[in-house]
């Protein structure tokens, strides 16, 4: 399985932003999430949103402003992102099982 992460851009405070996880080789069936790293940080969970149910768990730092959904028709995950903040910058990565993307740079600026 290949994940394919893409959306990450230079953008200021405040604007939205989606990112996507498109999934090669296999339909998605767990659950899927969204983790990030900063510079000279650890990764840290963001989201993830579960294969069964569908259900969505948010780290507290974005919780009210992102949003984890699927797509199964285009076998992909989204990760919309708004109010973004100068913190949230990041390298976002999307996980599936053993599996990892390569990553999407999302810089916020103040």
């Known amino acids: 399985v290949q994940l394919v992460e893409s959306g990450g851009v230079l953008v200021q405070a405040v604007v939205n932003l989606i990112l996507f996880c498109a999934a090669f080789g296999r339909a998605i069936s767990g659950n899927t999430i969204w983790y990030r790293q900063a510079p000279g940080k650890v990764r840290e969970f963001v989201a993830t949103i579960t294969w069964s149910r569908g259900q969505t768990y948010y780290a507290d730092s974005v919780k009210g402003r992102f949003t984890i959904s699927r797509d199964n028709g285009n076998n992909t995950v989204y990760l919309q992102m708004d109010n973004l903040k100068p913190e949230d910058t990041a390298i976002y990565y999307c996980?599936?099982?053993?599996?990892w993307g390569q990553g999407t740079q999302v810089t916020v600026s103040s």
């Open positions: 996980n599936l099982e053993q599996y």
